[in-house]
């Protein structure tokens, strides 16, 4: 390792200036790295607490995923997973021509228990008489004319062509394992051209 | 590492002068070293353990600038500066101080400061 040194004296035409280099002995220019010791237990995160600033995010418990937390000094934190809000859902359209087919449009499966936080479902056609009346459902198969132990998780009629549902679910907790769908009462009004259907879920 | 650090007297000046004073650090080929989280002193003093005569520092920022990604470090008295100090030589010392705890401190430089006492004022 070496320094190349220069002087200035006064930045006039007299200046004196000189270039002088000068052999040092190897020395750590990691000054910057994160030390070892910021780390103090197993399963530990170093994560940045702001510019150039790290610090230890210790391990959660089993199960726990990282997620970003503003809040937090960390700016992430350790969530069950289970806690995690997902979601089910996308744009049925042209539900009329779905509707002959047959009433029932399949949602999903449940890999794992879950429950239903918010059921959403919006029509393209807000004026009063373009609704849609159906419910969300889940039962044991998906073959015509079966739907064993059909439940109804919750009646879905809309209004001015929208339903929010966010409690007074009919049975929000689903089993693992179920098929969960919609199931129309009737033909969607002809004016329903597009249906978003969201749902929200937990795991158990 | 090594703590040896070479000998370097800096170049005189007179009372009332600007002075620069740059340490490019590299290694064996010319490169750059990287000298993210380390900071700079530059102190004179008439003998170790006297008051301090002169002392620039990058953090805080008074009079040494540490360009860390071209390792470079550069000291710079201003002219009303210079005219304070009082002495006409003694020993100076410029070292870097990283940000580990505690922090790895490397000498680059030790010698003697000179000042020439102005006579036009």
Known sequence: MKLVISETVNDIPVVTEKETTLVISDFDTSGGAVPLSTITAKGGLIVGTGAGAVAQLPVGTNGQVPVAATGETTGIKWQTLSTLTKEWGGTISNPQAIYAQRPQMFVAKTIAAVTISSILVDCNDPTPTAEIAGDLKFADDMSDGVFANATVIATCDTTNGTKLITSGFNDATIPAGKYVYFLFDSSPHADVKDILLQVLYTFD | ?121
């Open chain 2, 1 to 121: 590492m090594s703590t040896r650090a070479p000998i370097y007297d800096p170049e005189p000046f007179m009372q009332g002068d600007t002075w620069t004073l740059t340490v490019d650090v590299q290694d064996n080929n010319g490169a750059a070293k990287d000298l993210t989280g380390y900071t700079a002193k530059y102190e004179v003093r008439e003998r170790p353990g006297s008051p301090s005569l002169l002392t620039l520092t990058s953090t805080p920022a008074a009079g040494i600038t540490i360009t860390a990604a071209t390792g470079r470090v550069a000291l710079a008295i201003t002219s009303t500066q210079s005219a304070a100090l009082n002495f006409k030589k003694a020993k100076c010392h410029l070292k870097l101080s990283s940000s580990a705890t505690p922090p790895v401190v490397q000498t680059l430089f030790h010698g003697e400061q000179e000042i020439y006492s102005r006579i036009a004022q």
